[in-house]
């Protein structure tokens, strides 16, 4: 697994940077995701201002104004942080800290964040200064939807890295209630569905201010939000960030990784050997220090879930196999010999139900590419994306690790349940959208 780019450059390139550590790959995978994303969005505003749909708006801006304190403020704040993360994974980290809890802490090299810090500040002093005017003016420009693309991506991010939050904490109500302040700061624990559901409102809004027809904006956001899932799920699998299905007792995995058709008895003799990680979430290390390594407990160890599916031959065996080894999480028993910020691999392989969102997700958007011209009334789009994508998501539940909830005599994920009311929610869209723009748009 590539838990961050030093693992990545170390497999690739023979070198060993301390400093890639602090670039998460799932995280760096969002990032791509978003910009995608964007890309997409843009693309398809552009079709709609052309066929008159979507129209632009005037605002007076003020330009050639020196900066202000908080341009400084916010500046070195920002260099102040990353300088001495950067700084402190190079020169400052001790050895016994893994690095994304170092990036958490609140350790750090002073020298290096004040060294940032003045950087962007003069940099920020610089930009402004060359653009001051002896008087500032003020002036009218033309602002296209498309052109608002960046705030619509900035908003998206924040308040979808918030909204993830906030859900996973929901989800993990115990929890948090033990450790607030370590849940709500903790690398892990975002949940898709409050990020889409946050950032969504948090667009829309915006949206309505800026004078964007929300209709007409959400579904041209149809296609580029599904792309997006699509590549953020090869975030969580390149990495390993807990979202894999349940056991394949048709497999087995040795102690580093790798997989091999099981024989019969094979997955019980693993939950056996490992019983003290299955039943209390825990491990020892090759110290003899035990440590909690996963959530994931059972009463016993028959209540550890798992299929037996094999998969085709001429297929590789981790499309429907895999351990993850050296995953983001430490999730696993330790794998021999290895010293490194991740070292566990888990004792039994997994379905990689995040490549599998991958490949579904990709289709899904392909499909929905092709039908966006010929779609003509207003949210039906949109109401398309809600039902493919709870469709989806309940679908790939059933083979997912979760928590689950009774409701009405079904035993249901939190991910089903919103998925559920994302179908429901989809069909009624697309009524809404055919009975309010009936007279005025007609499907081809």
């Not at 939807?145 to 996973?168: E, M, T």
């Not at 904490?169 to 690398?187: R, V």
């Not at 994306?385 to 998501?393: A, S, V």
């Amino acid at each position: 697994m590539y838990p961050n780019l030093y693992y990545i450059f170390k497999d690739l390139f023979g070198v060993q940077w301390n400093f890639l550590k602090i670039f998460n790959s799932f995280g760096l995978m969002v990032a791509v995701a978003f910009f995608v994303a964007i890309l997409i969005l843009g693309l398809e505003l552009k079709r709609r201002e052309k066929l008159g749909l979507l129209h632009p708006s005037d605002e007076i801006i003020e330009i050639g104004k020196p900066a202000s304190i908080f341009d400084f403020i916010l500046n070195g704040l920002t260099g102040f942080i990353f300088g001495s993360k950067i700084f402190g994974l190079i020169f400052s980290k001790p050895e016994t800290m893994n690095t994304q809890d170092y990036i958490f802490s609140k350790e750090g090299n002073i020298l290096g964040g004040i060294a940032i810090a003045a950087l962007l500040i003069g940099l920020k002093w610089y930009e402004k200064n060359k653009q001051k005017l002896k008087t500032p003016e003020k002036r009218t420009i033309r602002i296209w939807p498309h052109d608002r693309v960046g705030d619509i991506f900035v908003i998206a991010l924040i308040f979808g890295i918030l909204g993830a939050k906030l859900f996973d904490n929901f989800e993990h109500w115990n929890e948090f209630i033990q450790d607030p302040i370590g849940k709500i700061f903790s690398q892990s624990g975002l949940t898709f569905y409050g990020g889409l559901i946050l950032a969504s409102f948090a667009v829309c809004f915006y949206a309505y201010k800026k004078g964007i027809k929300i209709p007409h904006l959400v579904d041209s956001a149809a296609a580029s939000l599904m792309i997006a899932y699509a590549i953020g799920r090869i975030g969580c699998q390149v990495s390993g960030d807990g979202d894999w299905g349940v056991y394949n007792s048709a497999y087995t995995s040795d102690a580093y990784g790798n997989i091999s058709l099981a024989a019969p008895g094979d997955f019980e003799k693993a939950l056996q050997k490992n019983a003290s990680y299955f039943l209390e979430g825990i491990v020892t290390d090759s110290t003899g220090k035990k440590m909690y390594v996963t959530d994931r407990i059972y009463p016993t160890l028959k209540d550890v879930p798992h299929q037996n599916i094999k998969g085709f031959s001429f297929l590789p065996k981790w499309f429907f196999a895999y351990s993850f080894p050296q995953n983001v999480n430490n999730d696993g028993v330790p794998i021999p010999g290895v010293k490194e910020d991740h070292y566990n691999v888990l004792p039994s392989p997994v379905f990689p139900t995040a490549f599998y969102e991958t490949v579904i997700c990709i289709l899904l958007f392909l499909f929905l590419w092709a039908i966006r011209k010929k779609i003509k009334t207003p949210f039906v789009m949109f109401g398309i994306y809600l039902i493919l994508n709870g469709f989806e998501r309940f679908i790939i539940e059933l083979l997912r690790v979760n928590k689950t909830y009774a409701v009405s005599g079904f035993t249901l994920s939190q991910a089903q349940e919103i998925a559920l009311m994302l179908i429901v929610a989809g069909i009624i869209t697309i009524t809404f959208g055919k009975i309010k723009y009936k007279k005025e748009f007609s499907n081809i």
